[in-house]
């Protein structure tokens, strides 16, 4: 069990620091669309392609996303953070609020993101309260939109000042 002070003392340094931000979808064995906003997410190897991003072991969905053979990565843009709130919504049926379309390899693919990875899954790690799922890239659609970033408990784009030339 962790520490109360240390608890707190963590998720004040992991809130300091900026990540963007995700959505992750797959399908039910029902087929029906699932999907969460996430900001554990990174990219692990070249050779193979293979990202990881956790899922917290008492959301609805960890079942589907455990047991599912695939999944999206959805790199939001700057201007995304409507979406990045619904998919971090309970009690709402987030794909009925935004333009999306199911891919060949039958994964929910949301409209204008910065980029999206399609996922074979390739590994998953038990970690504590969460399990880390490991995915191989099938497919990767890309655009030149800026994405959106997490920080201090806010969502916004990069900056313009941000860039160096």
């Not at 992750?24 to 554990?40: A, D």
């Not at 969905?61 to 999944?71: D, G, I, L, R």
């Not at 009925?96 to 039958?106: F, T, V």
Request: hydrophobic share 40%.
């Amino acid at each position: 069990m962790a520490d109360i002070s240390n608890e707190a003392k963590f998720k004040e340094v992991m809130g300091n620091y900026p990540t963007g931000v995700t959505v992750v979808t797959t399908v039910n064995e029902e087929g029906i669309p699932l999907g969460l906003t996430v900001n554990s997410f990174a990219s692990v190897s070249i050779n193979p392609l293979l990202i990881l991003w956790s899922i917290d072991k008492r959301v609805s969905s960890y079942e589907a996303f455990v047991h599912s053979e695939h999944f999206a990565v959805h790199v939001l843009a700057g201007d995304q953070s409507d979406i990045c709130s619904l998919f971090a919504m309970k009690g709402t049926d987030r794909f009925a609020n935004c333009e999306w379309k199911i891919s060949e390899s039958n994964l929910p693919i949301i409209a204008g993101a910065a980029g999206v990875l399609q996922c074979k899954t390739f590994k998953t790690v038990d970690a504590g309260d969460h399990m880390v799922l490991i995915g191989e890239v099938i497919d990767i659609q890309s655009s030149s939109k800026a994405p959106l970033l997490y920080h201090k408990r806010k969502f916004g784009p990069i900056p313009e000042t941000f860039y160096l030339d």
